[in-house]
T-cell receptor, first 112, second 116 residues
Framework: EDKVVQSPLSLVVHEGDTVTLNCSYEVTNFRSLLWYKQEKKAPTFLFMLTSSGIEKKSGRLSSILDKKELFSILNITATQTGDSAVYLCAPLNKGAGNMLTFGGGTRLMVKP | DAGVIQSPRHEVTEMGQEVTLRCKPISGHNSLFWYRQTMMRGLELLIYFNNNVPIDDSGMPEDRFSAKMPNASFSTLKIQPSEPRDSAVYFC??????????????FGEGSRLTVL
């Protein structure tokens, strides 16, 4: 059975801080790993990572994958209150369509 | 693009009643997913359809839950009879699994179900 563990469970920081969110996974036939951001409504897509060591960036957010150690990190620099959300990671198996198994998420709160 | 459309957005019902949640996926997508989200269990996959055919329903909690996809543009998730422990937000998501598949799921806004 696929396992996804995210840490920390929750995090409170102040604007301007840098945060690192962790995602470790065990899947039978790894294809890629996806990160989503969930504010009050539906999860929205952030990144898809397929290759180890290649950083994906989008503004202040960046993410990297380590397929040997089976983990990924999501970094947010110069945090803003709008970054407050639950961040979810989900590994994707080959041959499983796009069936995602989500981790429990990290709840980030950014205070002014 | 209208995105994934779910209805109702909110539903409050009494234990024992039948609940039907509806989903219209993004046009052109060939996969549809129903997820349930609670504080205790997070985001759980209930069932996955590909080309209108159920592929994996191992996440469906029990016989009280059923899902159908009669055509490429419509799916329902039915709970009969409903119980208080079914209270959750139910998300529908769609995706394209053909050529140039990115793996990304597109989520609807969710249906918040409260069973009293």
């Amino acid at each position: 059975e696929d396992k996804v563990v995210q840490s920390p469970l929750s995090l409170v920081v102040h604007e301007g801080d840098t945060v690192t969110l962790n995602c470790s996974y065990e899947v039978t036939n790894f294809r890629s790993l996806l990160w989503y951001k969930q504010e009050k409504k539906a999860p929205t897509f952030l990144f898809m990572l397929t290759s180890s060591g290649i950083e994906k960036k989008s503004g202040r957010l960046s993410s990297i994958l380590d397929k040997k150690e089976l983990f990924s990190i999501l970094n947010i620099t110069a945090t803003q209150t709008g970054d407050s959300a639950v961040y979810l990671c989900a590994p994707l198996n080959k041959g499983a369509g796009n069936m995602l198994t989500f981790g429990g998420g990290t709840r980030l709160m950014v205070k002014p | 693009d209208a995105g994934v459309i779910q209805s109702p957005r909110h539903e409050v019902t009494e234990m024992g009643q039948e609940v039907t949640l509806r989903c219209k996926p993004i046009s052109g997508h060939n996969s549809l997913f129903w997820y349930r989200q609670t504080m205790m269990r997070g985001l759980e996959l209930l069932i996955y359809f590909n080309n209108n055919v159920p592929i994996d329903d191992s996440g469906m909690p029990e016989d009280r839950f059923s899902a159908k996809m009669p055509n490429a543009s419509f799916s329902t998730l039915k709970i009969q009879p409903s119980e208080p422990r079914d209270s959750a937000v139910y998300f529908c998501a769609s995706s394209w699994t053909g050529a140039k598949n990115t793996g990304e799921l597109f989520f609807g806004e969710g249906s918040r179900l409260t069973v009293l």
